[in-house]
């Protein structure tokens, strides 16, 4: 029972484009979202989050949207830069649930061409 | 800067063997977590522990143990490696409260032969 789905396995973009990641939950308890980006034998690393009393969290060159009703987020990276190709893992949680569990999309490889 | 220290980055063990891996955070984080990432299938929580001596299994608890016995060090045991836990593990902390920010360490990737 997958409650976390990036339906992407992989996305090419140009250099200077937009990149436009998505995810889907179905819980609809889930009311935290996140985005880790992974390089190669390296971690996750913390992006960018977003609470759902909110629809837009933006950092920088990253803004994440959210909508509720679709039950559907997305990470916008723009303008996307060579060193932004990585693994890009979304995640979800709902905090009634206890010990901040998160649960994992299946992660979608962004590529950045020159 | 948070940070989580993972004992090994590569590991080689064989089949029946059993194997410890060490994970340390240095920002007095409540939670401890670990995962492991398989491709195709993204992250999937082994287990977890919200303070010393806690522990609760997550969503791929069989063949594995942990431990956490002090706040800053959890450690994950497969008591019997086999071939389907060659995989990437990850550990991860993060403070208690309500907010699920986890911070992972750079990972082990583990095969058994």
């Known amino acids: 029972d997958q409650q976390v789905k990036q339906n992407s396995p992989s996305l090419s973009v140009q250099e200077g484009r937009i990149s436009i990641l998505n995810c889907d939950y179905t819980?609809?308890?889930?009311?935290?979202f996140l985005w880790y980006k992974k390089y190669p034998a390296e971690g996750p690393t913390f992006l960018i989050s977003i609470s759902s009393i909110k629809d837009k969290n933006e950092d920088g060159r990253f803004t994440v949207f959210l909508n509720k009703s679709a039950k559907h987020l997305s990470l916008h990276i723009v303008p996307s830069q060579p060193g932004d190709s990585a693994v890009y893992f979304c995640a979800a949680s709902a905090t009634d649930q206890g010990a901040q569990k998160l649960v994992f999309g299946q992660g979608t490889r962004l590529t950045i061409n020159p | 800067d948070v940070k989580v220290t993972q004992s090994s980055r590569y590991l080689v063990k064989r089949t029946g063997e059993k194997v410890f891996l060490e994970c340390v955070q240095d920002?007095?984080?409540?939670?401890m977590f670990w995962y492991r990432q398989d491709p195709g299938l993204g992250l999937r929580l082994i287990y977890f522990s919200y303070d010393v001596k806690m522990k609760e299994k997550g969503d791929i608890p069989e063949g594995y143990s942990v431990s956490r016995e002090k706040k800053e060090r959890f450690s994950l045991i497969l008591e019997s490696a086999s071939t389907n836990q060659t995989s990437m593990y990850l550990c991860a902390s993060s403070f208690g409260g309500t907010l699920g920010t986890q911070y992972f360490g750079p990972g082990t990737r583990l095969l058994v032969l």
């Open positions: 819980n609809s308890m889930f009311d935290y």
């Open positions: 920002m007095d984080h409540e939670n």
